[in-house]
């Protein structure tokens, strides 16, 4: 399995913007597909964005849809979340994810590999 550890997360202002970071290590970064999703303690995990293993298709859920951006650096095995337009409800502990078999899947299922989390807050 891929180890994965994010960062970034913070207090930001609605309205405002933060980038979280995914570094990888252990396993050949290229070959996976990674997600983000987002959580509110004692609740179900809810799927933010996921991009294949080259970077060339994203897909993202509803409620980010236009404000956030993922991406993925290869040659740095580096996956980002860019999230802009941040809404008080924005406010969630954000995981980064890797599924091996390479395929976008806007659901936990398949995702094998998990970080350990950063807390991103809003405020309005």
């Known amino acids: 399995q891929v180890q994965l550890e994010e960062s970034g997360g913070g207090l930001a202002q609605a309205g405002g913007s933060l980038r979280l970071s995914c570094t990888a290590s252990g396993r050949p970064f290229s070959t996976y597909a990674l997600g983000w999703f987002r959580q509110v303690p004692g609740k179900e995990r809810e799927f933010v964005a996921a991009?294949?293993?080259?970077?060339?298709?994203?897909v993202y859920g509803e409620s980010v849809k236009g404000r956030f951006t993922i991406s993925k650096d290869n040659r740095t095995s580096t996956l980002y979340l860019q999230m802009n337009s941040l809404k008080r409800e924005d406010t969630r502990v954000y995981y980064c994810?890797?599924?091996?078999?390479?395929?976008?899947?806007?659901?936990?299922?398949?995702?094998?590999?998990w970080g350990q989390g950063t807390q991103v807050a809003v405020s309005s």
């Open positions: 994810a890797a599924d091996p078999r390479g395929i976008i899947v806007e659901a936990e299922i398949g995702f094998e590999s």
């Open positions: 991009s294949t293993p080259s970077g060339e298709t994203t």
